[in-house]
């Protein structure tokens, strides 16, 4: 072990943050010089070499000659580098586009190609112009918009190379959805003033989109309508079906929920979750006095106007009620919360079609507020039983009060400030929808039975993702079940079922995993502390840290705990 261990992991942690400051995701937020990622396999080779030597380093210091907070620093970068270090021997079988551990099988898809083109449009909107070299950057930064989408059409052909084609439903959204991202680059490059779009500066520009941008989408359509690729594609779904996907697979879960499971016990967890929500259920039909099936309750409220909403606007409006009604109870049960303040808004058309919800965009340069960007299409005339459960997941107390907070934490190292952790962020999001119920947020029946139907949907993902990615499940097996047990409508059950089989696996899984975690934690320091315990020290314990691996948020209550009980 190394005699000078601090100043070791601090060379660690500031080596990790170097490279995490330039992933699309955290550069974004940084608001620094604009550029767009280099998805090549030399560059995630290149970034893997990086990862081993600073693991190398870290291998050399004691952690317990550390301060706390300091191993607890070196343990974030040690997890993020190792994550790094094995997207090498993964590149052809997942890939991490954003660069902060959403791995990605394909890339012309929603969750990958498409998520991070249209996470660019603020490094557009708010690059600098007026000086000749920031012209120039400007132009550089179009041209690479081609190149991107070239690297998009060279990775799906080295993995076709390899025997790994998308499958056929996965196919049929991509064709489409790249399309749709064709026509939506005119939008993206655009001089951000309009009075500037018709100048030599615009019609340079125009001429990239039409030179440059659009042949490199044509090309990559072009594959993906290719006979002999299409002719390759299999009718079967899943990571297993490929060379070497099955024992990846077992490694993403792992990665994902940042347990030591395999995916049959995943399975098995999800199998007990369901009877469980289930039986919640119809113990609230009961309640009530409705006397059909959980089903025709659901299509009881779908006829009620009062559950429905056609407009963006008033899909806005609906989602406002529940930041409303929670505003009051923030400071009762929280003390560390975030400053900037939090909305909704319409998902971009392009990304409509092939995402069933939407996502949450937190706070940057150019945007003061998380919003969470909902999509308006597949809401409207739908019934919106479930949308209170989705506010209180998305925005506060969810992913806006964890995210936005932690970028605001200036006690914590840049590293932490920007960690994206899955299994704590989707954990705190769903601990936060169980949350709000524990304080009488959903009061009418309707909102009860959303926030069920929102516990049955994402349950549902320990089941089919698991099943279709490792037990040998079909497509129609998994929609099948999502039909059955998810409340679903047929729509975002062709849209979820290609995001787990064909997309982002074993990525969600860790929602109720998550979840049930944080609440078993509470309750153990609820008994050790008794009387003295506040749920406020709780959730202090484990937002203030950032997001990390959740067998470390343990860790920090387990701290907390200790410290409150020695007064």
Same mark, same amino acid.
């Given at each position: 072990?190394?005699?000078?261990?601090?100043?070791?992991?601090?060379?660690?942690?500031?080596?990790?943050?170097?490279?995490?400051?330039?992933?699309?995701?955290?550069?974004?937020?940084?608001?620094?010089?604009?550029?767009?990622?280099?998805?090549?396999?030399?560059?995630?080779?290149?970034?893997?070499?990086?990862?081993?030597?600073?693991?190398?380093?870290?291998?050399?210091?004691?952690?317990?000659?550390?301060?706390?907070?300091?191993?607890?620093?070196?343990?974030?970068?040690?997890?993020?580098?190792?994550?790094?270090?094995?997207?090498?021997?993964?590149?052809?079988?997942?890939?991490?586009?954003?660069?902060?551990?959403?791995?990605?099988?394909?890339?012309?898809?929603?969750?990958?190609?498409?998520?991070?083109?249209?996470?660019?449009?603020?490094?557009?909107?708010?690059?600098?112009?007026?000086?000749?070299?920031?012209?120039?950057?400007?132009?550089?930064?179009?041209?690479?918009?081609?190149?991107?989408?070239?690297?998009?059409?060279?990775?799906?052909?080295?993995?076709?190379?390899?025997?790994?084609?998308?499958?056929?439903?996965?196919?049929?959204?991509?064709?489409?959805?790249?399309?749709?991202?064709?026509?939506?680059?005119?939008?993206?490059?655009?001089?951000?003033?309009?009075?500037?779009?018709?100048?030599?500066?615009?019609?340079?520009?125009?001429?990239?989109?039409?030179?440059?941008?659009?042949?490199?989408?044509?090309?990559?359509?072009?594959?993906?309508?290719?006979?002999?690729?299409?002719?390759?594609?299999?009718?079967?779904?899943?990571?297993?079906?490929?060379?070497?996907?099955?024992?990846?697979?077992?490694?993403?879960?792992?990665?994902?929920?940042?347990?030591?499971?395999?995916?049959?016990?995943?399975?098995?967890?999800?199998?007990?979750?369901?009877?469980?929500?289930?039986?919640?259920?119809?113990?609230?039909?009961?309640?009530?006095?409705?006397?059909?099936?959980?089903?025709?309750?659901?299509?009881?409220?779908?006829?009620?106007?009062?559950?429905?909403?056609?407009?963006?606007?008033?899909?806005?409006?609906?989602?406002?009620?529940?930041?409303?009604?929670?505003?009051?109870?923030?400071?009762?049960?929280?003390?560390?919360?975030?400053?900037?303040?939090?909305?909704?808004?319409?998902?971009?058309?392009?990304?409509?079609?092939?995402?069933?919800?939407?996502?949450?965009?937190?706070?940057?340069?150019?945007?003061?507020?998380?919003?969470?960007?909902?999509?308006?299409?597949?809401?409207?005339?739908?019934?919106?039983?479930?949308?209170?459960?989705?506010?209180?997941?998305?925005?506060?107390?969810?992913?806006?009060?964890?995210?936005?907070?932690?970028?605001?934490?200036?006690?914590?190292?840049?590293?932490?400030?920007?960690?994206?952790?899955?299994?704590?962020?989707?954990?705190?999001?769903?601990?936060?929808?169980?949350?709000?119920?524990?304080?009488?947020?959903?009061?009418?029946?309707?909102?009860?039975?959303?926030?069920?139907?929102?516990?049955?949907?994402?349950?549902?993902?320990?089941?089919?993702?698991?099943?279709?990615?490792?037990?040998?499940?079909?497509?129609?097996?998994?929609?099948?079940?999502?039909? %059955?047990? *998810?409340? !679903?409508?047929?729509?975002? $059950? #062709?849209?979820?079922?290609? @995001?787990?089989?064909?997309? +982002?696996? /074993?990525?969600?899984?860790?929602?109720?995993?998550?979840?049930?975690?944080?609440?078993?934690?509470?309750?153990?320091?609820?008994?050790?502390?008794?009387?003295?315990?506040?749920?406020?020290?709780?959730?202090?314990?484990?937002? %203030?840290? *950032?997001? !990390?691996?959740?067998?470390? $948020? #343990?860790?920090?209550?387990? @701290?907390?705990?200790?410290? +409150?009980? /020695?007064?």
């Amino acid at each position: 072990m190394r005699d000078d261990g601090a100043v070791v992991a601090q060379e660690v942690i500031d080596g990790v943050w170097q490279e995490l400051a330039r992933t699309p995701f955290v550069a974004l937020e940084l608001g620094g010089a604009p550029s767009l990622p280099d998805l090549s396999f030399e560059a995630t080779a290149a970034r893997a070499a990086l990862a081993r030597r600073l693991l190398a380093m870290a291998a050399e210091v004691d952690d317990a000659s550390l301060t706390p907070e300091l191993a607890l620093t070196l343990d974030v970068a040690r997890h993020r580098a190792s994550m790094w270090e094995r997207a090498e021997a993964w590149y052809w079988l997942v890939q991490d586009p954003l660069g902060v551990g959403f791995y990605a099988m394909f890339a012309p898809t929603a969750y990958s190609g498409a998520y991070l083109l249209g996470m660019l449009r603020p490094l557009f909107a708010r690059h600098p112009l007026g000086q000749a070299d920031e012209e120039a950057a400007y132009l550089a930064l179009v041209e690479d918009v081609g190149h991107l989408v070239d690297q998009f059409h060279d990775r799906t052909v080295g993995q076709w190379e390899r025997g790994i084609v998308m499958p056929r439903a996965q196919l049929d959204q991509a064709v489409p959805l790249m399309a749709r991202l064709r026509r939506s680059m005119a939008a993206l490059v655009a001089l951000p003033d309009e009075s500037a779009q018709g100048s030599a500066l615009g019609q340079r520009v125009d001429r990239i989109l039409a030179g440059r941008i659009e042949p490199a989408f044509d090309r990559l359509i072009g594959l993906l309508e290719d006979p002999r690729y299409r002719d390759a594609a299999p009718g079967a779904v899943g990571l297993a079906q490929y060379p070497g996907g099955a024992q990846l697979y077992r490694e993403l879960v792992v990665l994902h929920t940042t347990f030591d499971l395999d995916p049959e016990a995943v399975h098995r967890i999800g199998e007990k979750r369901m009877a469980r929500v289930e039986e919640q259920m119809q113990s609230l039909l009961e309640r009530i006095g409705f006397k059909g099936t959980p089903h025709a309750y659901l299509a009881a409220v779908a006829s009620d106007p009062a559950w429905r909403r056609d407009s963006a606007e008033e899909l806005s409006d609906f989602f406002r009620r529940y930041i409303e009604r929670i505003a009051p109870e923030i400071p009762i049960h929280f003390n560390f919360r975030p400053k900037a303040g939090h909305d909704v808004a319409a998902l971009p058309e392009a990304q409509s079609g092939s995402m069933t919800f939407g996502f949450y965009d937190p706070p940057k340069p150019g945007q003061p507020q998380g919003l969470y960007r909902f999509n308006a299409q597949n809401l409207a005339g739908a019934p919106l039983a479930n949308v209170a459960a989705l506010n209180f997941h998305e925005l506060v107390p969810g992913h806006h009060f964890h995210i936005a907070s932690q970028r605001e934490n200036a006690s914590l190292h840049p590293l932490r400030q920007h960690s994206f952790v899955n299994a704590f962020n989707e954990a705190w999001a769903e601990y936060a929808a169980t949350f709000a119920g524990e304080i009488g947020m959903y009061q009418a029946p309707e909102e009860q039975f959303g926030r069920l139907m929102m516990d049955a949907f994402l349950t549902c993902r320990l089941v089919v993702d698991t099943g279709m990615n490792a037990l040998g499940w079909s497509l129609e097996d998994g929609r099948a079940y999502l039909r %059955s047990k *998810g409340f !679903m409508n047929e729509a975002e $059950v #062709a849209s979820e079922s290609v @995001r787990y089989s064909c997309d +982002l696996p /074993a990525q969600s899984l860790a929602y109720k995993l998550g979840d049930d975690f944080l609440v078993e934690t509470r309750e153990v320091m609820r008994k050790e502390l008794g009387p003295r315990f506040d749920v406020r020290d709780f959730h202090d314990a484990v937002l %203030s840290g *950032g997001a !990390m691996p959740l067998p470390m $948020v #343990a860790a920090n209550v387990r @701290r907390a705990t200790a410290r +409150l009980a /020695a007064g």
